[in-house]
């Protein structure tokens, strides 16, 4: 089941902070980040695994709450290069599905100088 | 630049033909991933190959299929195509690391290959 991704679309101005919020209705084994820029190919932000993890690079950072089954991006002090769509995919525990991401239906992000 | 390579980058024809993609994944990495991605469905995962064997299958089409040779480029060929096939089709590969459950990796994804039904 796809993962559920809020706000749906987000506009900022430059120096803004930003929480993009990712929900299942499934037990996760793990949840992915990606940024896709129009016309160019999705690229990884960062995998957070089962057991709540926190992850960061300079200023965007998740976290994942395995008992809430739900994962947040944050985005602080948003940069021009920050715009995109911001996908979450999720792949859940066990069965035989452990290896199929599926992917929510993303998060608009647009800064404005 | 990923690392991962697409060809074609542009292909355009008509319903019912087929059609075979091709992805090379960065050197090294054994599993193959492939998503088909238009404007009203979003990114959805097709199905993926670890060294040369079918690991995952996701929402394919039994028009489509795919494979993985040994020398660990992957191929998707796409038949009796129709007009809602029109999409991006993007490949991926990673490298699983030791312990780490496979579809859980990094993925790296290929610039994609925009297919064009008329």
């Known amino acids: 089941q796809q993962p559920v991704q809020s706000p749906q679309a987000v506009i900022l101005r430059e120096g803004e902070d930003a929480v993009i919020n990712c929900s299942s209705s499934?037990?996760?084994?793990?949840v992915h980040w990606y940024r896709q820029k129009h016309g160019e190919a999705p690229v990884f932000l960062m995998i957070l695994l089962k057991g709540g993890e926190q992850k960061g690079h300079d200023k965007i950072s998740a976290s994942f709450n395995e008992k809430k089954q739900q994962s947040s991006l944050y985005l602080t002090a948003s940069q021009l290069s920050y715009s995109g769509t911001y996908f979450c995919?999720?792949?859940?525990?066990?069965?035989?599905?452990?290896?199929?991401?599926?992917f929510g239906s993303g998060t608009r992000l647009s800064i404005r100088p | 630049d990923s690392g991962v390579t697409q060809t074609p980058k542009h292909l355009i024809t008509a319903t019912g033909q087929r059609v075979t993609l091709r992805c090379s994944p960065r050197s090294g990495d054994l599993s193959v991933y492939w998503y088909q991605q238009s404007l009203d469905q979003g990114l959805q995962f097709l199905i993926q190959?670890?060294?040369?064997?079918?690991?995952a299958k996701g929402n394919i089409l039994e028009r489509f299929s795919a494979q993985q040779f040994p020398d660990l480029h992957s191929e998707l060929n796409l038949s009796s195509l129709e007009l809602g096939d029109s999409a991006l089709y993007f490949c991926a590969s990673s490298n699983p690391t030791s312990g780490r459950r496979v579809g859980t990796d990094t993925q790296y994804f290929g610039p994609g290959t925009r297919l064009t039904v008329l």
């Open positions: 995919g999720t792949t859940p525990v066990g069965g035989s599905s452990a290896s199929k991401i599926i």
């Open positions: 499934k037990a996760l084994y793990s």
């Open positions: 190959y670890y060294n040369g064997e079918e690991r």
